[in-house]
């Protein structure tokens, strides 16, 4: 079983279905470990592909869970970075506190 | 902006056991720190140079001084570079609890490097001087990064830092 995360403030366990499919978790949680990841690295840590990556992040975008910007660099082409928002990430640590529930609930 | 759905209903509806998405969640978290992590040739670009550099030093002739400050110069632009290509993450732990505290570090590292370069070693040891300090400096310093960094990761895999730590 994983260690449990110490949340950065008291969080209120709210399971979303939103958050819960599968791709959409996981995305949280890598994003949940940083300010903002660049979007090859979040391809390269999920294995899953370009395609099914921006769609999904489009649909967390739309719901205002993460945020996508790209950025210019001092050389080379812009990259695209990818982060959580303040409500995406109370959304995804209410949802692992909601699944802590319920395994302690059960 | 559309609204998702909020749901407390049964989380086995929508795909995943409770467990299994937990596991996931570590899965997907441990995966990006792998990914994202501070390369190690990142740390060596830097102490190469700076054991280079203090090495050179140890010399104590003014030439010395400045060709030890030329090459801690290009250490520094060419770490910075390098860092900038490697980049994948923002946001490290930035909070007063560290493996050790990083002002000790510093501190106990700049007092080696001043000692060292305060000795008066007859000129007859050198270039061997100059290159096991160099060595030495290079090696304490990869060690004190690489442990940092680790210590990092580490605690971004157990989610171990408050709300305003992540910057």
């Not at chain 2, 390098?82 to 609890?97: F, K, Y």
Request: glycine share 8%; with cysteine; charged share 20%.
């Amino acid at each position: 079983m994983p260690e449990p995360h110490t949340p950065w403030e008291p969080v209120e366990p709210r399971f979303d279905e939103f958050i819960h499919s599968p791709n959409r978790l996981r995305i949280c949680a890598a994003l949940d470990t940083a300010t903002a990841l660049e979007f090859g690295a979040l391809e390269e840590s999920l294995g899953i592909s370009t395609s099914l990556l921006s769609k999904q992040l489009r649909l967390l975008a739309d719901a205002g869970y993460v945020r996508v910007e790209k950025r210019p660099q001092g050389f080379g082409r812009p990259r695209t970075w990818v982060r959580l928002t303040t409500e995406g990430r109370r959304a995804y640590r209410g949802h692992v506190a909601a699944l802590r529930d319920l395994i302690d609930g059960a | 902006m559309s609204t998702p759905q909020h749901d407390s209903g049964d989380p086995q509806r929508a795909g995943l056991t409770p467990e299994g998405a937990l596991e996931q969640a570590h899965t997907a978290r441990t995966a990006a720190i792998r990914v994202t992590a501070r390369p190690w040739w990142v740390d060596l670009i830097f102490v190469v140079g700076l054991g280079a550099a203090v090495g050179t030093a140890t010399a104590r002739t003014a030439l010395t001084w400045v060709v030890a400050a030329v090459i801690f110069a290009i250490t520094i632009v060419a770490t910075a570079v390098a860092d900038r290509r490697s980049h994948h993450r923002h946001g490290r732990i930035l909070d007063l609890r560290p493996a050790v505290f990083p002002g000790l570090t510093y501190l106990i590292g700049y007092a080696v490097v001043f000692l060292v370069g305060q000795m008066p070693v007859p000129p007859s040891w050198q270039p061997w001087w100059g290159s096991g300090v160099a060595v030495v400096v290079a090696g304490l310093a990869f060690l004190s990064l690489r442990a940092d960094e680790l210590h990092q990761l580490r605690r971004l895999r157990r989610g171990d830092y408050g709300p305003y730590d992540l910057v």
